[in-house]
């Protein structure tokens, strides 16, 4: 087969010749994990995205509907449909700000930390799966070098 440089361009050389550039690699990791996600969360009626916007939640209550979307990789208008659909579900509740009336704090509810707690082995059990091959160590590094490419990916975004 012969590859033209508009291919090479398009597609990335390292996956033309057989190597797959790490941002392939990493969108397949985060498609696999989705997936099992979503069968996991399937019995709760719950996707993926919502799931983690309630642990986000669950670490840091008290967020804005920005600040939720920002910290759950999706967009504000998303995160608005998001957190309609979970409020009628009865999993988050939402109070208005005392020095902002047009902004609205989310938080848990008991219900949905119940959810979270009664989930969390199974959603524990995938990452273990995902990084068995990997000793204590280099998980720490992984999650490191995770971090590291999630900061440098923030610090240009807003350039």
């Not at 190597?19 to 996600?37: D, H, N």
């Not at 967020?63 to 999993?91: K, P």
């Not at 990997?134 to 240009?156: I, K």
């Amino acid at each position: 087969m012969t590859v033209t440089t508009a291919q090479a361009d398009a597609f990335g050389a390292e996956e033309l010749m057989g190597e797959p550039t790490l941002l392939y690699a990493i969108k397949q990791v985060e498609l696999a994990i989705r997936s099992r996600m979503d069968v996991i969360l399937r019995p709760l009626g719950l996707t993926a995205l919502q799931y983690t916007a309630l642990t986000v939640l669950r670490r840091r209550g008290g967020l804005s509907s920005a600040e939720l979307a920002r910290n759950s990789f999706v967009t504000a208008q998303t995160m608005g449909e998001m957190l309609a659909a979970l409020e009628r579900r009865g999993l988050v509740a939402r109070q208005v700000d005392p020095d902002n009336r047009r902004r609205m704090f989310t938080y848990l509810t008991d219900k949905a930390l119940r959810l979270l707690d009664e989930y969390d082995t199974q959603i524990r059990s995938l990452e273990e799966q995902m990084v068995r091959d990997l000793n204590g160590r280099q998980r720490e590094a992984f999650r490191g070098y995770l971090g590291r490419c999630r900061t440098a990916l923030g610090d240009t975004a807003a350039h």
